[in-house]
């Protein structure tokens, strides 16, 4: 089956410590998002990567960072130096080989909360 | 930069009424996208509707349908015969087209479909 997938569903850590949040998709697409929901609010994009090797910020980028190695996988480290790290967060991706709208499709989440 | 407004952040409906969500946006460019999202108890975040800023005729999906107001910048989704299913957040989203493809979320409308 062709999807999204992000690991872990849950994750905890400790205030100082860097986590990584997997997102792998299967779909042969180009772009690939991460979003951060909290409660009370839309998703916000954090970062985005249109092609391999390379990604730019979006709106909430501080303490956050990625990678882009590979077409099938986009990383997200939050460091220490996001002050307010537990969210809900979400990967997405899209073809951007279709005219002139792609669709994002998302993945189910990770949830993060520091302890 | 674009933003996106959705004034209700709560609503209710009984199931097989009809129910409107509201949205607001705002945007210099002419060319661009509207979307509705769902995002159920599960937190996956489904696609429910879209529009086409050119295109006059308002979308339809099913029971689902929208009510475009370009020169008001008003996007409204109407439900029809609602299920107890589409108890959701509801989500308003607007994309330019071309370049990076972001998508802009509104803070939701949170719909409670009542037996």
């Known amino acids: 089956d062709g999807g999204i997938t992000q690991s872990p569903k849950y994750l905890f850590r400790k205030e100082g410590q860097n986590v990584t949040l997997s997102c792998e998709q299967n779909?042969?697409?180009?772009?690939m998002y991460w979003y951060r929901q909290d409660p009370g609010q839309g998703l916000r994009l954090i970062y985005y990567s249109q092609i391999v090797n390379d990604f730019q910020k979006g709106d909430i980028a501080e303490g956050y960072s990625v990678s882009r190695e590979k077409k099938e996988s986009f990383p997200l480290t939050v460091t220490s130096a996001q002050k307010n790290p537990t969210a809900f967060y979400l990967c997405a991706s899209s073809p951007r080989d279709r005219g002139l709208y792609n669709e994002q499709f998302f993945g189910p989440g990770t949830r993060l909360t520091v302890l | 930069a674009q933003t996106v407004t959705q004034s209700q952040p709560e609503m209710s409906v009984q199931e097989a009424e009809t129910v409107t969500l509201s949205c607001t946006y705002d945007?210099?460019?002419?060319?661009?996208?509207l979307f509705w999202y769902k995002q159920p108890p599960s937190r996956q975040m489904i696609l429910v509707i879209r529009q086409e800023a050119y295109k006059q005729q308002n979308a339809t999906e099913n029971r689902f349908s929208v009510n475009f107001q370009k020169a008001a910048k008003s996007f409204s989704l109407k439900i029809s015969d609602s299920q107890l299913g589409d108890t959701a957040m509801y989500f308003c989203a607007f994309m330019n087209q071309g370049g990076s493809e972001k998508l802009v979320f509104g803070k939701g409308t949170k719909l409670t479909v009542n037996p």
């Open positions: 779909l042969n697409h180009d772009a």
């Open positions: 945007t210099s460019e002419s060319n661009y996208y």
